[in-house]
């Protein structure tokens, strides 16, 4: 069983910086890919930014420019650096991998960006 735990969400305001940090743990043999996705109010949980182990990365066309996804492997660490913060981008920021095929999910962190 992996554990991910986020943190680093918050009130902010539009055109300010926040990051995001998502540590795993447990019986963790090889983490694939690690991501976020955000899911705003009354709105389905989208992919914002993934990067793989070898540290490929994709970002949705929303945020592009202004977030940024990095890794440590030796951590078991994932991290979304979120600048130029608008309105839109506020949501529950989940974090997901996946070890040995089975796929993992955080409890997610809120982020509010006023406006």
């Known amino acids: 069983q992996v554990q991910l735990v986020e943190s680093g969400g918050g009130l902010v305001q539009a055109g300010r910086s926040l990051r995001l940090s998502c540590a795993a743990s447990g019986s963790i043999v090889s983490l694939g890919f690690m991501g976020w996705y955000r899911q705003a109010p009354g709105k389905q949980r989208d992919l914002v930014a993934r990067?793989?182990?070898?540290?490929?990365?994709n970002y949705a066309d929303s945020v592009k420019g202004r977030f940024t996804i990095s890794r440590d492997n030796a951590k078991n660490t994932v991290y979304l650096q979120m600048n130029s913060l608008k309105p839109e981008d506020t949501g529950v920021y989940y974090c997901?991998?996946?070890?040995?095929?089975?796929?993992?999910w955080g409890q997610g962190t809120q982020v509010t960006v006023s406006s």
């Open positions: 990067i793989t182990n070898g540290g490929s990365t």
């Open positions: 997901n991998s996946n070890d040995r095929g089975i796929n993992y």
